[in-house]
């Protein structure tokens, strides 16, 4: 165990003197998952929006287009616009996400007339676009619904005056839609893509041992050392504690910075850090296995990035939280990634169970232990050569 530890503190010193093994496992997974997070809505999981409202001076469309720029509906912010040639072009301009064009006499709608409510949007925008035709929705639903009630009191196609209508636009439904939840609290994206990032980057911090062995055989420095009392199983044992701790300490910074810096809530420590450790194992196992598949340093690299983008797609890493296909989340199971992210995503919502973080846990410790055994015993016979 003694000589493990001084292989181990050796090969830890020469990684933290290079700096691209501190890149790789802290610089590019915080820099990343801080990008995701803000592009999915901010650090924190909040968003804004700017929607554009062209409208009459007087009239209900006046009075519609006053009541939307009136009203603290943050993160939604309604910007009014002279005119929908103007509002299209800020919106194709990106300064803009949506507008809407209400029409003068849209209270006709009432009285049998045609009216059509306009949303402009940008294909790009989804989100936005898809804000505004609510927005547009609700209006035509009020509207419909005056006009359904002046049909049931045989006054369909008389005129409304404007004070009449706007009381009427702002009657509250009689049936209210809550959005609730049974259980937990919104998971915010830097703890996710902090999650996420930060596996994806510890399978190139693990490869850098089997990498390294590659390198030292073909140097010749592996064949020195092993001539000592050394054994090979020695070596590869420290090389692999090494990369451990240097990725298990990477997540551990992510974690810290996306919490104190960005607001992430990962959930209680004893299980994240149960999870961290489970998932550093994990991937170390893989990692490990993938890299005893070459036999040189440049195919090293080449399976490993392979390995650990394919079960980064598999599981899930790149999709953000809730938005997998009902296929993907089901290859996601397979996958220690899926497993990982779902047991960091239960932790952050305080959905999680004792018993369902051990059972992660303890999944994803089978998947190191397993393959990185045979991954181990491969890399031993190349060393032994």
Do not use: Y
């Amino acid at each position: 165990m003694r000589a493990v530890l001084v292989i181990a503190r050796g090969d830890l010193v020469r990684r933290v003197r290079n700096r691209s093994a501190l890149i790789t496992a802290v610089v590019a997974p915080l820099a990343l998952s801080v990008v995701f997070s803000l592009v999915v809505g901010g650090p924190g999981g909040s968003a804004r929006f700017d929607i554009g409202v062209v409208a009459g001076a007087g009239g209900l469309s006046g009075e519609i287009a006053t009541g939307l720029l009136e009203a603290d509906a943050t993160p939604v912010r309604f910007v009014r616009i002279d005119s929908s040639t103007t509002a299209a072009r800020r919106v194709d301009d990106g300064e803009l996400d949506a507008a809407l064009v209400i029409p003068a006499g849209i209270e006709e709608a009432v009285g049998g007339g045609a009216v059509t409510l306009e949303v402009l949007r940008n294909p790009d925008q989804v989100v936005s676009g898809g804000i505004a035709e609510s927005v547009a929705t609700d209006i035509a639903q009020r509207l419909d619904r005056v006009a359904r009630v002046l049909s049931v009191t045989g006054e369909a196609g008389a005129r409304v005056d404007g004070s009449t209508m706007a009381a009427a636009m702002e009657l509250e439904s009689a049936v209210a839609v809550v959005a609730g939840r049974s259980a937990g609290r919104d998971l915010t994206p830097a703890a996710f893509f902090g999650a996420s990032m930060s596996m994806l980057f510890l399978f190139f911090t693990v490869g850098f041992a089997s990498e390294s062995v590659l390198v030292e055989r073909r140097q010749g420095t592996l064949d020195r050392l092993l001539s000592t009392p050394t054994s090979a199983a020695t070596v590869l044992a420290g090389k692999a504690v090494s990369v451990g701790v240097l990725g298990l300490v990477g997540f551990c910074v992510v974690w810290g910075v996306t919490t104190l810096g960005f607001g992430a809530r990962w959930g209680r420590w004893p299980g994240v850090l149960a999870v961290i450790v489970a998932t550093t194992v994990a991937v170390a196992g893989v990692a490990t296995f993938a890299a005893s598949l070459a036999r040189t340093e440049q195919q090293t690299q080449t399976v490993t990035a392979a390995v650990a983008f394919t079960l980064a797609l598999l599981g899930g890493n790149f999709v953000g939280p809730g938005q997998s296909p009902e296929l993907l989340g089901t290859l996601s199971r397979l996958t220690p990634n899926g497993w990982a992210l779902g047991a960091f995503a239960d932790l952050a919502t305080d959905t999680a169970t004792g018993a369902g973080t051990l059972r992660a846990a303890a999944v994803l410790v089978g998947f190191g232990v397993a393959l990185g055994a045979v991954g181990a015993a491969r890399i031993h016979r190349v060393v032994q050569r």
